[in-house]
Every structure is written in structure tokens, then in C-alpha cells.
């Protein structure tokens, strides 16, 4: 089964940039599609995107509050994937997770039945 770990997270202020890390072991990302989600202090965990080996998917749940400042990319030789966050604010605090579903992107994110530990991200001056 894949195995992933985050990695990137940390305090940045308002306005900042992080960018997250997925590194992949097991098996080659190519063959998966890579999710990406968050779970704020109090709230529900939610989508952000997810990337496929030739689609990214969007999850709009919430909104476009994510899609205009986060993108998503990999890198294969390094099996690994990334979350590029700018013009961070506070409400983007929280714990960042990847997870991965063998094939194509999921709409639902019990599909994805491999996980990382998560990573916290704080937004704050």
C-alpha cells in the first residue's frame, strides 16, 4: 500500500507562502491520484484539490477561497507532490493532509484509502 508522509508545515504570517510537501513510498505516484485536504480548529476536514496523472479536480465545497491561491504539482523523479499556498490568511490554519486512491481523482474522501499523518499549517501575526 502507499505510504505518505507531509511535510512543510509551520507558523507564517498573514500574506505569507508555505509550500507542503507529499513524499510517496511504496509505489510510484504516477499510477495515483493525490489528494489534498485540511481540518480547521473546530470545523469539518474539507478538499482542496487533487491530482491525477493527466487531470486535476478541484473540490468546491466551500467555495473558491483555496483555488485562486493554492496549486497543486509533483515531481515523479522524487514521488512526491506538492501544495503551493500563497497570500496565506488566518482562516487557512489548520492541519494539512494528503491522501492517495489508485487511479483518478475521488469526489468523496473516504475513497481515498491512504493517508499521511498531516501537517500543521498556523497563519498568524
Known amino acids: 500500500q502507499l505510504r505518505l508522509v507531509e511535510s512543510g508545515g509551520g507558523l507564517v504570517q498573514p500574506g505569507g507562502s508555505l509550500r507542503l510537501s507529499c513524499a510517496a513510498s511504496?509505489?510510484?505516484?504516477?499510477?495515483?491520484?493525490i489528494g489534498w485536504f485540511r481540518q480547521a480548529p473546530g470545523k469539518e476536514r474539507e478538499g482542496i484539490s487533487c491530482?491525477?496523472?493527466?487531470?486535476?479536480?478541484?473540490?468546491?465545497n466551500y467555495a473558491d477561497s483555496m483555488k485562486g491561491r493554492f496549486t497543486v504539482s509533483s515531481d515523479n523523479v522524487k514521488n512526491t507532490v506538492y501544495l503551493q499556498m500563497n497570500s496565506l490568511k488566518p482562516e487557512d490554519t489548520g492541519i494539512y493532509y494528503c491522501a492517495a486512491v489508485w487511479g483518478s481523482c475521488r469526489r468523496t474522501m473516504a475513497d481515498f484509502d491512504s493517508w499521511g499523518q498531516g501537517t500543521q499549517v498556523t497563519v498568524s501575526s
Open positions: 491530482l491525477s496523472y493527466n487531470a486535476v479536480y478541484t473540490y468546491t
Open positions: 511504496g509505489y510510484s505516484i504516477r499510477d495515483y491520484a
